[in-house]
């Protein structure tokens, strides 16, 4: 199983592109503490697609905390002088706000909520809706 979860912040605007066929994508930076060290920062590498990345887009900008999930994938490929290289980056496939974020728009908490969950409903199930 490849799953890939992360919080952290941006570290850079992300800036929505689209292919020549005309799908959008970005690529951004997620720089993350790491556990045991809060001295210590991983810089990890994501990509996103289409509804997704227009979400991340326009809702997240440098600094905000973002909370992903996703799969690991490396690539190869050879420069231009011969250099074999690896690329490694995070494929996404849900992005939330983090759990307890303020936001700076002026939108009622429900739409906000609302707007800042891009998952299947089985990501919204609280640990209060269990009865044990």
């Given at each position: ?52 990345a227009e979400f991340i887009a326009q809702y997240f900008k440098k600094g905000d905390g973002i909370e992903v999930t996703g799969e690991l994938r490396v690539s190869s490929y050879e420069t231009d002088n011969g ?50």
């Open positions: 199983m490849n799953v890939v979860i992360l919080s952290g912040r941006l570290t850079s605007d992300v800036e929505l592109k689209s292919t020549n066929s005309g799908k959008n994508y970005a690529r951004f930076g997620i720089a993350v503490n790491r556990t045991f060290s809060k001295d210590e920062v991983d810089f990890i590498n994501c990509m996103v697609w289409e509804k997704k250099e074999k290289r690896k690329n490694t980056e995070v494929l996404i496939s849900n992005a939330e706000f983090p759990k307890g974020a303020k936001r700076a728009e002026s939108t009622s908490s429900s739409e906000s909520t609302t707007k800042s969950k891009v998952s299947s409903p089985a990501a919204a199930v609280e640990d209060d809706d269990f009865p044990f």
